[in-house]
């Protein structure tokens, strides 16, 4: 899991959404009143901390003043990718999986930390594999045949799953900070969640239903895998994902930590936040409609379901 930032500072184009998290004082608002500010699409952003009221205000070129407080109208869904997202999953998880069972099957083949954060720009467990077999040759071990080979991999991929989900059984990688909170704010409020990964659907569900708990993991759908022909950055699991709940694509906030995860939201006709994890920190995020470094429990809380929602909804007033 990435390391906490007390208090960090982000920069990106006048797209995203970028924020401080030093307490300042805005001059527009009452006195002594703690807030967050940043831009959002060339608008002013704050959070008011006193009253937990957000303020957006831009200058659109008709010379309109756009503003948006509390939203009236919160999202139709939040959907979440998994590894990165809801837990830092991937350097001491899933490679080390992947490497358990390298060694098992005497392949001769460890992905270490570096090398893996390349293979991860390659969506899916199986592709992976596959792609880095098909570069750098194919282990002696390895069938010959091409269809024989897609089952070598899916026999890796399942070995590997297995023992990645001992790992989550056992608690030994925890949530991301403020995951829960947002999770139960969105059910609260009748907001449908779900988890959209390319991931493993066993190994996904795993993360729901031990780190997330059974109460929380019943009101969670979860579409993983190979449930859509084509994976992250292609759209298709976020548009699944909306016809399945029975909402809008553009009625939905997306939380990512990658750049393919980002271009498939956006695709989809989604808003995305992104919460940068361990191995995507230095990617290119200038497209979301947010960026933190995580999501965050009070005190040190970076957003909440009303921001979720003030992204959806702007009001123009003169």
Same mark, same amino acid.
């Given at each position: 899991?990435?390391?906490m930032?007390?208090?960090?500072?982000?920069?990106?184009?006048s797209s995203?959404?970028v924020?401080?998290?030093n307490?300042t004082?805005?001059?527009?608002?009452?006195?002594n009143? %703690?807030?967050?500010s940043?831009s959002?699409m060339g *608008?002013?952003?704050?959070?008011n901390r006193?009253t937990?009221?957000?303020h !957006?205000? @831009?200058?659109c070129?008709?010379g309109?003043t756009?503003l948006?407080t509390s939203p009236s109208?919160?999202p139709?869904a939040l959907?979440?990718?998994?590894?990165?997202?809801?837990?830092?999953t991937? %350097?001491?998880?899933?490679? !080390?999986?992947?490497n358990?069972?390298?060694a098992?099957?005497?392949?001769?083949v460890?992905w =270490?930390?570096?090398?893996?954060?390349? /293979?991860l %720009?390659i969506?899916?467990?199986? &592709?992976r594999?596959?792609?880095y077999? $098909?570069k750098? #040759?194919w282990?002696? @071990?390895?069938?010959k045949s091409?269809? &024989?080979?897609k089952?070598?991999i899916?026999?890796?991929h399942?070995?590997?799953?297995?023992l990645?989900?001992v790992? !989550?059984e056992?608690? +030994?990688l925890?949530?991301?900070p403020?995951?829960? @909170?947002l999770?139960?704010?969105a059910?609260?409020?009748?907001v449908k969640v779900?988890?959209?990964s390319?991931?493993? &659907?066993?190994a996904?569900?795993a993360i729901?239903s031990c780190l997330?708990?059974?109460?929380?993991?019943k009101e !969670?759908?979860?579409?993983?895998?190979?449930?859509v022909?084509?994976k992250k950055? =292609?759209p298709?699991?976020? +548009?699944?994902?909306?016809?399945? /709940?029975?909402?809008e694509?553009?009625?939905?906030?997306?939380?990512?930590?990658?750049?393919?995860? /980002?271009a498939?939201?956006? *695709?989809?006709?989604? @808003?995305?936040?992104?919460?940068?994890?361990?191995?995507?920190?230095?990617?290119?995020?200038? $497209?979301? =409609? *947010?960026v933190?470094d995580c999501i965050?429990?009070?005190?040190?809380?970076?957003?909440d +379901?009303?921001?979720c #929602?003030?992204l959806l909804e702007?009001?123009?007033?003169?």
């Amino acid at each position: 899991m990435a390391s906490m930032v007390t208090s960090p500072s982000f920069t990106a184009a006048s797209s995203t959404t970028v924020f401080s998290h030093n307490k300042t004082s805005a001059s527009n608002l009452r006195p002594n009143v %703690k807030t967050l500010s940043s831009s959002i699409m060339g *608008a002013q952003f704050s959070i008011n901390r006193s009253t937990r009221r957000c303020h !957006i205000t @831009k200058r659109c070129r008709s010379g309109v003043t756009c503003l948006s407080t509390s939203p009236s109208v919160l999202p139709s869904a939040l959907l979440f990718d998994c590894d990165g997202v809801l837990v830092d999953t991937e %350097k001491d998880g899933h490679r !080390i999986s992947f490497n358990d069972t390298f060694a098992a099957r005497e392949l001769g083949v460890t992905w =270490d930390v570096d090398l893996y954060g390349e /293979l991860l %720009k390659i969506g899916g467990g199986k &592709e992976r594999m596959t792609a880095y077999f $098909n570069k750098t #040759g194919w282990p002696e @071990k390895a069938p010959k045949s091409e269809e &024989e080979r897609k089952d070598f991999i899916a026999s890796l991929h399942k070995q590997k799953t297995e023992l990645f989900m001992v790992l !989550i059984e056992k608690k +030994l990688l925890p949530l991301r900070p403020g995951v829960a @909170k947002l999770i139960d704010q969105a059910l609260a409020k009748g907001v449908k969640v779900a988890v959209c990964s390319t991931s493993n &659907e066993k190994a996904v569900s795993a993360i729901v239903s031990c780190l997330l708990g059974p109460e929380r993991a019943k009101e !969670i759908l979860i579409f993983a895998g190979d449930v859509v022909p084509r994976k992250k950055p =292609d759209p298709a699991i976020y +548009l699944l994902a909306a016809s399945t /709940l029975g909402v809008e694509p553009s009625s939905c906030v997306v939380v990512e930590d990658s750049a393919i995860g /980002l271009a498939a939201a956006k *695709a989809a006709g989604m @808003k995305c936040i992104v919460t940068k994890s361990g191995y995507t920190a230095d990617e290119d995020f200038v $497209n979301a =409609d *947010a960026v933190f470094d995580c999501i965050g429990d009070p005190p040190e809380e970076r957003f909440d +379901l009303e921001f979720c #929602g003030s992204l959806l909804e702007k009001q123009y007033v003169s």
